[in-house]
């Protein structure tokens, strides 16, 4: 099972993801925490740019970030998928469609994700972009941009009423969100939780 984690910067995605894989593993599961952008090469060359240290056209990052997440997907989660892991990745599909179509190129960016695999199930942390921000410790091109992340949250918003993404509030305390992801994922596992 694909399990995705998905939000704005400052949502909470990589606490919980953490937390999540965790729990599957004290709950007797194998599972792998993954996340993009990935360590491959094309991870890489995209923190150059969100970090400034490259320059490129917003047409030629999201090629770079779909082929990342393509990668991602061949190499690092289908493999475990067929060894019978549970798998959580911190971003994934979503995300690259909502910065995408947030950057202005949707026709672009949903030609260019079509033919990205679809998690089992994704789980979105909603949250306001000023709360988002005021949680950052480190902050690249993007998250400096309330603006940008409110167009992120929107589209975010959209897919999420078009897509079968559960929403839960990021604002709530870490713990109870926490609770909240086991009940949904024990529930799609089929597993109590007491």
């Known amino acids: 099972m694909l399990i995705a984690i998905e939000g704005i910067d400052g949502s909470g995605k990589t606490t919980q993801a953490k937390m999540l ?4 593993k004290r709950a007797g599961y194998k599972a792998k925490l993954t996340h993009e952008p990935t360590k491959m090469c094309t991870g890489k060359t995209i ?15 999201d090629i770079v970030y779909t082929t990342d997440r393509l990668m991602h997907y061949f ?3 289908a493999p475990y998928l067929k060894k019978g892991y549970v798998i959580v990745s911190d971003r994934y599909k979503y995300s690259g469609i909502a910065y995408g179509c947030a950057k202005g190129n949707r026709k672009f960016i949903n030609e260019l994700e079509k033919n990205v695999p679809e998690p089992d199930l994704t789980i979105y942390l909603r949250i306001d ?24 949250s929107k589209e975010f918003d959209r897919l999420r009423r078009r897509k079968n993404m559960i929403t839960i509030d990021g604002k709530k305390p870490i713990d109870e969100i926490h609770r909240e992801i086991i009940s949904i994922v ?6 109590h939780v007491k």
Do not use: N
Not at 47 to 61: E, R
Not at 186 to 191: D, P, S, V
């Open 75 to 77: 190499y690092e989660i």
């Open 129 to 152: 972009p000023r709360s988002s921000t005021s949680r950052l410790k480190k902050k690249d091109a993007y998250e400096k941009d309330i603006k940008f992340l409110t167009k992120v």
């Open 21 to 24: 894989v965790k729990w599957l």
């Open 186 to 191: 024990a529930k799609k596992l089929g597993k």
């Open 47 to 61: 923190y150059k740019v969100l970090h400034g240290k490259l320059k490129m056209s917003k047409t030629q990052l």
